[in-house]
């Protein structure tokens, strides 16, 4: 099973960027589906962005679609979250996820993945 570990997160201003990565450790990388979701205070965690093993496929939450974009770089065993235009609205804490499985479809509920990093903080100032 990999370990997930974030990096990238800080302060930017509203129309702003950020890149995010999730470093993994362990074997086999390419057999996870990988995942991005966000929890903001006194709010649910929810999803962003999904990419499947060797990046065929891409999903994303709806809000994040055209400003976000999700990659992955499997020699590198990272995934990435490019954020461009932020709003405050996207001020949160950043939570990489990780699944192993032969199905081809993307979960984009939190329950569909079992390994998670320990998230990183991104605030977007108005």
């Known amino acids: 099973q990999v370990q997930l570990v974030e990096s990238g997160g800080g302060l930017v201003q509203a129309g702003g960027s950020l890149r995010l990565s999730c470093a993994a450790s362990?074997?086999?990388?390419?057999?996870?589906?990988m995942g991005w979701f966000r929890q903001a205070p006194g709010k649910e965690r929810e999803f962003v962005a999904a990419?499947?093993?060797?990046?065929?496929?891409?999903h994303y939450f709806d809000s994040a679609k055209g400003r976000f974009t999700i990659s992955r770089d499997n020699a590198k065993n990272t995934v990435y979250l490019q954020m461009n235009s932020l709003e405050p609205e996207d001020t949160a804490v950043y939570y990489c996820?990780?699944?192993?499985?032969?199905?081809?479809?993307?979960?984009?509920?939190?329950?569909?993945?079992?390994?998670w990093g320990q998230g990183t903080q991104v605030t977007v100032s108005s």
């Open positions: 996820a990780a699944v192993q499985t032969m199905d081809w479809q993307l979960p984009s509920n939190r329950y569909g993945y079992n390994v």
């Open positions: 990419i499947s093993w060797r990046g065929e496929y891409t």
């Open positions: 362990g074997r086999a990388f390419n057999n996870y589906h």
